[in-house]
C-alpha cells in the first residue's frame, strides 16, 4: 500500500508540504533546544566534575557536642549531666587511617579511572611589607592530580608538573598571587599553623575562573607534608570515575569501609542538579508542545484524507483488500511524512546548533574561552528526536488509519461515497 | 457449483424494515442473471448479500459450497480478490493512478501485478481503451470510466461478476458497449454475472431475468439456456 500512499501524498502536494513543515519544525526544535539545554548542561557539569574530583575521600572530622564525653567521664550513674563548661572540639581522625588500603582498593575498582592522595593544609601566605593572606595550600602528586581535575589546563604561566620534584616550589592561583603582589619565581613565606615561615618560590600562576578556585595553591605532597609536620599523612583521595553518574553509588558503598568521610559532586551540588531538572522539564515541555501542534497537523489532514478516500477505501475493500491494508495506506503516510520531515528536521536542527556554536554569546572566561554558546551535538540528542518525531507521526497516523478500516464498503456504497 | 441463496432475508432499523423477504434463488455457472424491479425493490440488497458485501439477517448464501458470511476475514478477502468482480454504477476509480494502474489494483493485492499485466492490457484494448491506458481517469469520459471499472473487474478472471446498475449513469452508446462487454464476459470467458438492472432491454440480454418486488421475488423468466 506503500505505492498507493506515496501517490496520495503526491497529489495532495499542498496539504503533504504544510505537515511535512510540522514535523520538519518539530524535530528542528528539539535538536536545538535539547542542543542548546544540554549544552549548557554539560558544560556545567564538566565545570563541576572536572575542575574537582568526583568522590572526595576525606578524614572524618566530628564537632564535639555537649554531651559526647558524659559517658567517658560519669559512667551511666548520671541520666543528666551539666557542665558549666561544656567541650569543645573535633573527634575523629585528621588524616586518612589507612591510605594503603584505600589506594589498594581503588586500583582494583575498574569504576575509578584516576586518584590523587591530597594533604590540604590551612596556611598564611606573607610577601613582605603585603598583608599577610590565609589560602588553601595543597599537596598532591601533579601527575596523578593532572588525572583526577583539569588544573593542569588552567596554567597561564608555567607547568603544573613543575612542582613534581618539591623544592619548596609552589604554583599560585591568580587571585591569590594578585592579594599578595607577587610574580613568577619570587619568593615568600608560608606558614601552618604555629609552625616558622617557610620560603616557597612561586613556578606557576593558574586561573580556573572561580574566584575561589582561584585563592588556592599547589606545592608537591612531600612539601606540604613537610611543612605541616605531618610526613607521610594525607587527608583526601580524590577521585575520577570512568562513568561520573555512578558516584552517588560508588559514595554508599565505599561509606561502609572505612571511617573516612565519602562525598560525591552529585552530593557537594545538589542545587545545581536540581535546577537541571527544573531545565529539563521545561525543555520536555517545549519540546512536547511542538511535537503535538506537529502530530496534530498530521492527524487533521489524514482525518480529512480518509473522509475524502471513502470511495477509494470501498472498491479497495471489495477489490479484496482488508482491514489491515487500509490501516497501511493511511499509517503510511503519517509515517512517510514523519520520516522526511524528521530527517531534514535533524539536518537542519544541526546545522542550526552548528551555527548557534559561532555565535559569540557569553563573556570570554579560562573556561570558556571564546565566550561562545556551549551546544551539544550529542548523538542521543538526534537518535531521540528520530524517535519522538516517529512516535508522534505513527501516534497521530493510527487514529485516522484506524477508523478508514473501520469503513465497510457496503456503509460507503450506500451513502453514495 | 455456481451461487445458492437459501431463505435469506434482511431486516433494516428499528423499527425493523423487511427488505429482503426469505429470498431462495439459485444461479448456476456460467450463467447470466439479472435482477429487475421498481426502486427499493431490494434487487441491490440482495446482489450485495449475494456478493459478500452485506451480511443477511437470517439464511445464508454458498458460493462453490462455501457459506460466504461464515468465512474467515482473511479468507473472505482472498475469495472476494480471487474469484469476484464488482461493477457499480459509480466507477470508483482511483484519481491518484492512470487507467492502467487502476485496472491492475486486485492484482496487486496478491502480487501479481506483472503476471496480470498483459491480460490487463488486452482487457483495455478490448474496452476501447488501448490508447488511454496513461489517462487518469479525470481525462476520461464517463463511458470510459465505467469500461476501466470492468476491465478492473475481470483483471483476476473471477468467477463470479457482480454488476449494480452498471449501465445506469451512463448515455444509450457506452451502455450498449459495457452490455456487451458483460456479455462477452460470461459467454466468452465463462463467468458468472449477476445484474441488477432497470433497463428492460439490458435485463433482457441475460440467460434469466429475476424480477423482484417489495422483497421478494415476484417472477423469473428464463430467456436462453446457459
Not at chain 2, 479525470?138 to 483483471?155: D, I, K, T
Not at chain 2, 440467460?207 to 436462453?224: L, N, P, S, V
Request: net charge neutral.
Amino acid at each position: 500500500m506503500i505505492f498507493l500512499a506515496i501517490r496520495y501524498l503526491l497529489e495532495r502536494k499542498r496539504q503533504t508540504l504544510l505537515t511535512l513543515l510540522g514535523v520538519f519544525f518539530g524535530t528542528m526544535a528539539f535538536v536545538a533546544v535539547s542542543g542548546f539545554f544540554m549544552g549548557f548542561q554539560g558544560f556545567m557539569v564538566e565545570q563541576l566534575i572536572n575542575n574537582s574530583a568526583q568522590v572526595h575521600i576525606e578524614a572524618r572530622l566530628a564537632y564535639l557536642s555537649n554531651h559526647d564525653l558524659d559517658a567517658a567521664f560519669f559512667g551511666d550513674e548520671f541520666v543528666h549531666s551539666f557542665w558549666s563548661v561544656p567541650p569543645a572540639g573535633v573527634s575523629g581522625y585528621v588524616g586518612i587511617q589507612d591510605p594503603q588500603a584505600w589506594f589498594a582498593r581503588l586500583d582494583a575498582d575498574p569504576r575509578v579511572k584516576a586518584y590523587s592522595p591530597i594533604l590540604t593544609a590551612a596556611a598564611l601566605f606573607t610577601n613582605g611589607k603585603v598583608p599577610s593572606v590565609a589560602a588553601s595550600l595543597i599537596g598532591c602528586n601533579p601527575t596523578q592530580q593532572s588525572k583526577v581535575t583539569t588544573i593542569a589546563d588552567y596554567m597561564l604561566q608555567g607547568k603544573f608538573s613543575d612542582i613534581t620534584t618539591g623544592g619548596n616550589r609552589l604554583i599560585l592561583g591568580d587571585e591569590l598571587m594578585r592579594r599578595l603582589g607577587v610574580g613568577l619565581e619570587q619568593t615568600f613565606m608560608v606558614s601552618v599553623g604555629t609552625s616558622a615561615p617557610v620560603p616557597f618560590k612561586v613556578v606557576g600562576r593558574f586561573m580556573t575562573g572561580s574566584r575561589g578556585a582561584d585563592m588556592q595553591a599547589f606545592g608537591a605532597l612531600a612539601d606540604v607534608q613537610k611543612i605541616n609536620g605531618t610526613p607521610k599523612q594525607i587527608n583526601e583521595i580524590a577521585v575520577r570515575l570512568n562513568d561520573y553518574l555512578q558516584s552517588q553509588e560508588i559514595e554508599k558503598s565505599w561509606s561502609r569501609l572505612g571511617p573516612e568521610r565519602i562525598e560525591s559532586w552529585a552530593d557537594l551540588n545538589a542545587n545545581i542538579l536540581s535546577v537541571f531538572a527544573i531545565q529539563n522539564t521545561l525543555k520536555f515541555s517545549m519540546i512536547m508542545t511542538v511535537m503535538i501542534v506537529a502530530g496534530f497537523g498530521i492527524y487533521n489532514i489524514l482525518n480529512m484524507t480518509v473522509n475524502q478516500k471513502r470511495q477509494d477505501i470501498a472498491i479497495l475493500r471489495a477489490l479484496g483488500y482488508d482491514a489491515f491494508d487500509v490501516v497501511m495506506l493511511f499509517f503510511s503516510q503519517g509515517l512517510i511524512v514523519g520520516l522526511i520531515g524528521s530527517f531534514f528536521g535533524l539536518i537542519c536542527g544541526y546545522l542550526f546548533c552548528r551555527y548557534l556554536q559561532t555565535i559569540p554569546f557569553m563573556n570570554v572566561t579560562p573556561s570558556n574561552p571564546q565566550g561562545r554558546l556551549h551546544i551539544s551535538l550529542d548523538s542521543l540528542i538526534y537518535v531521540q528526536a528520530l524517535g519522538f518525531s516517529l512516535l508522534m507521526a505513527s501516534l497521530a497516523s493510527i487514529l485516522p488509519a484506524r477508523a478508514a478500516s473501520k469503513l465497510t464498503p457496503i456503509e460507503i456504497i450506500r451513502q453514495g461515497g | 457449483m455456481g451461487i445458492v441463496v437459501s431463505d435469506v432475508s434482511m431486516d433494516f432499523g428499528k423499527p425493523p424494515v423487511h427488505v429482503l423477504k426469505n429470498i431462495s434463488l439459485e444461479v448456476k455457472d456460467r450463467e447470466f442473471v439479472s435482477l429487475t424491479g421498481r426502486s427499493g425493490a431490494g434487487k441491490s440488497t440482495l446482489l450485495y448479500v449475494m456478493s459478500s458485501l452485506d451480511y443477511p439477517t437470517s439464511g445464508k448464501v454458498e458460493i462453490d459450497g462455501h457459506n460466504i458470511h461464515s468465512m474467515e476475514s482473511e479468507e473472505l478477502h482472498r475469495f472476494r480478490n480471487r474469484s469476484m468482480g464488482f461493477v457499480f454504477q459509480f466507477h470508483y476509480l482511483i484519481a491518484e493512478l492512470d487507467v492502467l494502474q487502476n485496472v491492475l489494483m486486485p492484482a496487486r493485492k496478491s502480487h501479481e501485478e506483472i503476471s496480470r499485466l498483459e491480460r490487463a492490457q488486452m482487457l483495455l484494448e478490448r474496452c476501447g481503451l488501448k490508447e488511454k491506458m496513461t489517462r487518469y481517469p479525470r481525462q476520461l469520459s464517463g463511458g470510459e470510466q465505467q469500461r476501466v471499472s470492468l476491465a478492473r473487474s475481470l483483471v483476476m478472471q473471477p468467477k463470479y461478476l457482480f454488476a449494480d446498475e452498471p449501465t445506469g449513469a451512463l448515455d444509450s452508446t457506452n451502455a450498449e458497449g459495457v452490455m456487451q462487454l458483460l456479455k462477452d464476459s460470461c459467454e466468452k470467458d465463462g463467468m458468472t454475472v449477476v445484474m441488477v438492472t432497470h433497463d428492460p432491454d439490458f435485463a433482457a440480454m441475460a440467460h434469466r431475468e429475476i424480477k423482484m418486488a417489495d422483497g421478494q421475488i415476484i417472477d423469473k423468466i428464463e430467456r436462453a439456456k446457459v
